[in-house]
């Protein structure tokens, strides 16, 4: 069974600066996917970024990155330039590769953005 | 392009009543998801479908839980005798199969249908 961890309930940080958010997990499968996700206030669930467990360089698109550490089974989000825009609920979520797959989620960091 | 549909967004029904959620997977999505969200378990998985064949089932509550997928357009999520424990967002989220020996995209949320039950 998989089992995503995310530990930082809360985090508050200025704007225009740059934010961790931390994503640590567990699982027997020897390949597999990472994601995150963003819930804004509406409740609306968007997909951010993905890493490949095969993969060695660390994922970005626009201004989310990650630092994936596969020996110690992390994975973590890193938004630069952060915007107002940005408050919302992180989830960090993983399956398994090879078809379509459960997505198994962490319970989610809230990340507000002081302007 | 539309993302996913889901109907309707919110439902209250009282308590030993019947409930269906709609779900519309993105136009070309093969997989289907159905999650749900509460403030105590956070995001859980329920079943999901590829191809509208059922695959796994095994986050559903057996009893009273059902879910079906008619045609490629279409997802129900059937809830019968519904308790106030049922009281969740139902998320429906659908993926693309990339064609790449049936690895699938990541997956895409609908807005979710909050259920009250009273």
Redesign the interface.
Known sequence: AQKVTQTQTSISVMEKTTVTMDCVYETQDSSY?L?W?KQTA??????LI?QDSYKKENATVGHYSLNFQKPKSSIGLIITATQIEDSAVY?C?MRR????????????TQLIIQP | NAGVIQTPRHKVTGKGQEATLWCEPISGHSAVFWYRQTIVQGLEFLTYFRNQAPIDDSGMPKERFSAQMPNQSHSTLKIQSTQPQDSAVYLCASSLDLGLGGNYAEQFFGPGTRLTVL
């Open positions: 996917f994601f996700y509406s409740g609306e669930i968007v997909f993905r989830f979520a590769t090879g078809g379509a797959d459960r997505l198994t989620f962490g319970k989610g």
